[in-house]
């Protein structure tokens, strides 16, 4: 059973950055990719980013140019790098990997 837990969130001005993590554990065979999604008050989640191992990464229109994605050399931690935020990126990250699921979800709140 495959474990992801999140980290980095909290409250921020806009304009500010934040990093977030995702830390995959347990019993892992093979990682192919791992996302972002996020999800704010009465809203669907929606797609942020994702890395493919060994191939592209992918972004939603409205995070392109200030969030960037990323993974440690071990493949089993996953980053988002996020800046220039603004007070609509305000909503509950959460970090997604085929097989295994969904993480807990860490909030990230964009105000002054």
């Known amino acids: 059973q495959v474990q992801l837990v999140e980290s980095g969130g909290g409250l921020v001005q806009p304009g500010g950055s934040l990093r977030l993590s995702c830390a995959a554990s347990g019993t892992i065979f093979s990682i192919r990719s791992m996302g972002w999604y996020r999800q704010a008050p009465g809203k669907e989640r929606e797609f942020v980013a994702s890395v493919t191992f060994g191939g592209p990464t992918q972004y939603a229109d409205s995070v392109k140019g200030r969030f960037t994605i990323s993974k440690n050399n071990a493949g089993n931690t996953v980053y988002l790098q996020m800046s220039s935020l603004k007070p609509e990126d305000t909503a509950v990250y959460y970090c997604?990997?085929?097989?295994?699921?969904w993480g807990q979800g860490t909030q990230v709140t964009v105000s002054s």
């Open positions: 997604f990997m085929p097989g295994a699921g």
